[in-house]
Nanobody, 126 residues
Framework: QVQLVESGGGLVQPGDSLRLSCVAS????????MAWFRQTPGKERQFVAA????????YYADSVKGRFTISRDNAKNTLYLQLNRLKPEDTAVYYC???????????????????WGQGTQVTVSS
């Protein structure tokens, strides 16, 4: 079984930066597209960014494009999300997840991803 553990969240001011990490256990990390989602109370989990298993393709939600950068280090089984120029609207619990089907990319639908990490809280407030 694959397990995902997120870290790096915290309380920051608007305009500040954070780097989130997600460490995956088990083998075959390099076969799966990985993604970050976020969720606030009363709303469904929403897509933030994804990176293909081959690393050469990335996808971003319009709301974070140009501010966030997704990356991965397959040798370390680790996924990252660099969050720059943070806004209060970015406040949410951030989750990492693996695309359930290996060797595919492009999905932005939560149902296509499993397993999920436990989440890490990002709060942006002045």
């Amino acid at each position: 079984q694959v397990q995902l553990v997120e870290s790096g969240g915290g309380l920051v001011q608007p305009g500040d930066s954070l780097r989130l990490s997600c460490v995956a256990s088990g083998r075959s990390f390099d076969q799966h597209t990985m993604a970050w989602f976020r969720q606030t109370p009363g709303k469904e989990r929403q897509f933030v960014a994804a990176i293909s298993y081959s690393i050469d393709t990335t996808y971003y939600a319009d709301s974070v494009k140009g501010r966030f950068t997704i990356s991965r280090d397959n040798a370390k089984n680790t996924l990252y999300l660099q969050l720059n120029r943070l806004k209060p609207e970015d406040t949410a619990v951030y989750y990492c997840a693996a695309c359930a089907t290996p060797y595919i990319s492009g999905s932005r639908t939560p149902r296509d991803f499993r397993p999920w990490g436990q989440g890490t809280q990002v709060t942006v407030s002045s």
